[in-house]
């Protein structure tokens, strides 16, 4: 009887990405009785939400593969991969794999949500702090050799201690629950929306409420946190409408998606002072092209799409994530990180 194959596709293009030394000796060691681990040496380009471009290697790899753990799956890879029967994302958001061949092939679709939480969440913390206690200025003035005390202690400058702060969190998971967890923990009101509020209100949140109430939550919202999968209800969620309602001198933070936020809107509330500042790691276009008017903006702090950047801790996270459910998958155990093709995510 032939061996159950599982193909490992994860030589990312991008360096931070891609599958250490140590963790191929781990998949190798974790494999379930019965089981043969083929491990793809040749690099797949991995952007987002999933490959777009999978190596002819893994492609020959995977034409007898039950399972699949990479970056996503796209059409080609299924048509090359017939035995398919369930595929693991390394990546939590996978948007890009869920298209009409995928929805058809009855294939077995899990993430790794929540595997980015922790790093994602101090990123978020650590961008709140630079505009709440104005370090955009100090940054500034470091630079230019300035020693100046104007900007912090001028009536028209809003410095504020956190816990003075109530955050709203767009999307109530793993990376929005790390988010109110460290927030909470520093005196802040934290307030969730999230697609089923009758999942319960995680640890973190003083409440979670349902996507009816955007609006409302709004308005009082000191500093906002996008943490949603996009689709096709979300995408240009944070529009010039909403923006308008945060309080004046409100902070915007997006380490989710892009297409969450409508850009124009967002400069437009900078400019106009409805926004302090916002802290962004997720853009439409990525790498955010070099004439993009957010590069410049001196109330924009830009990260690259590294917010859960912590190399060894996430793989470490992953691995565990990804060995379970090959454990569960091999003796039909339910999965955990089922994605939903119908909600999305």
Known sequence: MSPRRL?????????????????MARLRAAAPVGWEVVIVDAISTSVGSGTNRPSATALEAARTAEAYFGFGVVPEMLVASPALRWA????????????????????????????????????VLAGVLHFVRGLDFAVRQQVAATWNQRPFISPETVLRELNECRVL?????????????????????CVGIRRRPERGVPEGFARVTGIAMMETELVTADVLVLAAPLTAESNGLLNDARLALLPRGAIVVNVARGGLIVDEALLDAIGGGQVRGAVLDVFQTEPLPSAHAFWQHPSVLITPHVSGVSPHRSWGRALDLFEDNWRRWASGEPLRNVVDLDAGY
């Open 7 to 23: 193909v490992v596709d994860l030589m990312s293009s991008t360096a931070h990405m891609r599958l250490p030394e140590w963790a």
């Open 169 to 189: 969190v767009i999307g109530a998971g793993g990376i929005g629950s790390a988010v109110a967890r460290r927030f909470s923990a520093l005196g802040c009101t």
């Open 88 to 123: 693991h994302s390394v990546s939590a958001g996978i948007t890009g794999s869920l298209t009409t061949e995928f929805r058809a092939s009855g294939v077995v679709f899990t993430n790794s949500a929540g595997v980015y939480a922790e790093g994602m969440a101090d990123t």
